[in-house]
């Protein structure tokens, strides 16, 4: 086991540990913590006391882990997260999650504030993430940072592979459970293909032309490296954007940080209906089994 699992698990609730309990990882966005708030009696962790973990320090990103339970199971989340744009590479910024994927989780959401490219997106609306394009440099599933990972050791001799094999890395029957939650509660979700890139500044104009005719729907500067640790590891993966703004090629609008947070705050009610109803359709397949 490594040192930043060994100081995670030490720094845990013992209860926590050894539930048996089915354990749901989450990763929250750019002011997407309110879900946090949501969490029965949390034990908060700072990512800086956990070896080899950076503090955060993007606006919106609290740069903890909170471990609780929502509807029924344990829920352990990422508060905020790491960015290349903060001088991280790509197995720093993915250590948080491969730190929650050592403690076996049965399934991952990642969630994100993004740049909405597809013109019949609105504002607010909720994304399913069946797709990414990555223009992110490191090697995508974090093969340094998992490697000294005992549950990742098999994954290191599949390494080629895994890399090169363009598999799904969005779960279908998350995916419906997130589409029925939108039609119950009345929101809007839809589906489409992520674009990751550095950061920090918002895309030009001529960007967003050449991302729309690169076939992207999103925009935004994160979320893919966890995402393809996730399924390298085995692990059911729901990835989630929320539209920030629209990043429409000509349009007069330009779009500040305090905008993004606003908007993701407001939406985030809506992503924990999700959370929530992928939550209680894990307790009921524990429950079958």
Partial sequence: ??????????????????????????????????????????????????????????????????????????????????????????????????????????AVIVSCAAGGLNPRYRVGDLVVIDEHISLLHGQMGAVGADRELPEYQALERKRAGALRCGRPTCDETFTKIAERTAREAGFRLCRGTYLSVTGPNYETRAECRMMKNWGADLVGMSTVPEVVLASRAGLRTLAVGVVTNMAIPDSPATTTHEDVLTVSQAAGMNLEK?????????VHETESM
């Avoid at 029965?40 to 609780?68: K, M, Q």
């Avoid at 339970?69 to 997260?81: D, L, N, W, Y």
């Fill in 1 to 106: 086991m490594s040192d930043s699992t060994e100081r995670f698990r030490a720094l845990a609730d013992g209860g926590f540990v050894d539930s048996n309990l089915p354990l749901l990882a989450v990763v929250l966005g750019s002011g997407l913590a309110g879900l946090a708030d949501s969490i029965e009696s949390p034990t908060v962790i700072r990512y800086e006391s956990i070896p080899g973990l950076a503090a955060s320090t993007a606006a919106g990103h609290r740069g903890e882990f909170l471990l609780g339970q929502i509807a029924g199971i344990r829920v352990v989340t990422m508060a905020g997260r790491l960015h290349a744009y903060e001088g991280h590479s790509i197995e720093a910024l993915t250590r948080p999650m491969a730190v929650m994927a050592a403690m076996n989780p049965v």
């Fill in 274 to 282: 999700v959370v929530r109803a992928i939550a209680r359709s894990l």
